[in-house]
């Protein structure tokens, strides 16, 4: 079976390694970029994506890459804490949760990617057509050396929010659909705040603050490098730049008077090594994603706000179950409708929640419902509401760890 994926981020890179354990070794990834470069943040790979790559034998390599959060704690803008849980192992899972850089992770992805498939990388290639053939499909790249033709048995997009081969199938589908808030991400390195191994969230719907630890705490400067994401409310229409650096006094302006006896929010923005700014966007869900022999992966399908800090860990979702069906299946067709089946319902779902929140929820209630702040929570919201929309959220993303625990593996084989 040839197969050819439009894509070398997370999710493609992560979908050719899954081939490749199912016994699918004629695959080539196809990527826009010249070049394969650690570009982005941090970002959180939940329980049920450290599964998945574990089952990929890439385990050690990725854990290596970062540090292992205990907890999620949420506080509303006055640092008071609404809810606490722990993460990973101290919650019950088999697996844990990584806090890791994206672009570390997908260098690492790149190389075994080459180690075990060898130079199925090209870079320079944008998807430009797609020309659909009863036995397969026939896209077109285009290079500095003119167009390329590559004929396919099977064409998967995994070519992220501005998705070629998604605009090819659905030319009406027009722009990312901006919430009205804006993200400015970042790193610095700072003294440890609350035990050093918890994610925070601090804020509400209209501002909110994020940080969690990237690395171990360094002895000789008594300081570890952290992630953090600050989102604010704008007015007007998002800027056209998508990537762009910004200066970090104005942001840390905008956090004046957050300054916690746990975390000094804006003095962390002032300190980062660079920041960069966004628009936060998603995608209105799809009727299918499968057309001929074509389907889409991860963002291409699904792109949704990063509330509930799952983007990267459903791109690796997508990618093991459509390796497994596309191994499985008694033929393509049956593999992609089935893939479909078991991915589309359930990201369409998180695509909702996460337009109201997700598990972040507990913060906007606090603040509609004690907006200057509160004496205990519990006044404010029950115990047994903040412990429903947090299982809520991690039932439907599939990893509520009775649920991810017990679930069979998405491998092929004796492997599996």
């Known amino acids: 079976m040839r197969i050819a994926i439009a894509g070398a981020g997370i999710g ?35 329980p049920h994506a450290v599964r998945e790559l574990d089952e990929l034998r890439l385990g050690s390599r ?43 992770l997908q260098l690492v992805l790149y190389e075994v990617v080459r180690e075990r498939l060898g130079d199925v990388v090209r870079t ?84 909110k603050f994020v940080a969690y630890p990237l690395e171990p705490l360094d002895p000789a ?17 998002p800027d056209a730049d998508w990537n762009r650096a910004v200066a970090p006094a104005p942001i840390a302006e905008l956090f004046r008077g957050w300054s916690f006896d746990w975390l000094d929010v804006p003095g ?43 983007g990267g860990s459903q791109a690796i979702l997508d990618a093991r179950t459509l390796a497994h069906h596309l191994a499985t299946a008694a033929t393509i067709e049956d593999a992609l409708q ?15 929640m996460t337009r109201q929140t997700g598990p972040e929820r507990v913060m906007q209630l606090a603040h509609e419902r004690a907006p200057g702040g509160f004496a205990d929570i519990h006044d404010v919201i029950p115990a047994a509401e903040l412990e429903e929309i947090a299982a809520s959220y991690k039932r439907a993303a599939g990893f509520h760890p009775e649920q991810l625990n017990a679930r069979s ?5 004796a492997g599996a």
């Open 12 to 46: 493609g890179l992560a979908l050719a390694l899954s081939l490749e354990a199912a016994g699918l070794r004629e695959v080539v990834v196809y990527e826009r970029s010249r070049e394969i470069r650690p570009l982005g943040v941090g970002i959180n790979l939940l």
């Open 62 to 104: 990725i854990r290596e890459l970062g540090v292992e959060p205990e907890a999620l704690s949420y506080f509303n803008r006055h640092g008071q804490e609404i809810w606490s849980e722990p993460r990973g192992l101290a919650a019950g899972y088999r697996w844990p949760q990584l806090s890791v850089h994206r672009g570390r």
């Open 124 to 207: 320079g290639h944008r998807l430009s057509a797609v020309r659909d053939r009863p036995d397969g499909v026939t896209a077109t790249f285009d290079t500095v050396d003119g167009p390329v033709d590559v004929d396919a048995d099977v064409l998967i997009g995994a070519d992220g929010i501005h998705s070629a081969l998604r605009a090819l199938r659905y030319p009406e589908d027009g722009a990312p659909v901006w919430s009205g808030l804006t993200l400015w991400r970042g790193t610095a390195r700072v003294a440890p705040f609350l035990d050093g191994r918890t994610m925070i969230m601090a804020g509400d719907g209209e501002q």
């Open 221 to 237: 400067t008594g300081t570890q490098r952290v992630n953090f994401i600050a989102e604010r409310r704008v007015a007007g229409s």
């Open 268 to 310: 962390v923005i002032a300190g980062a090594e660079e920041i960069l700014e966004y628009p936060m966007v998603d995608r209105d869900a799809l009727p299918r994603w499968s057309i001929g022999r074509t389907t889409l992966i991860a963002d291409a399908a699904h792109a949704m706000y990063p509330n509930g800090s799952n």
């Open 338 to 352: 089935r893939y479909e089946k078991d991915r589309r319902p359930v990201t369409a779902k998180l695509l909702e």
């Open 409 to 413: 593996s998405l491998g092929v084989g």
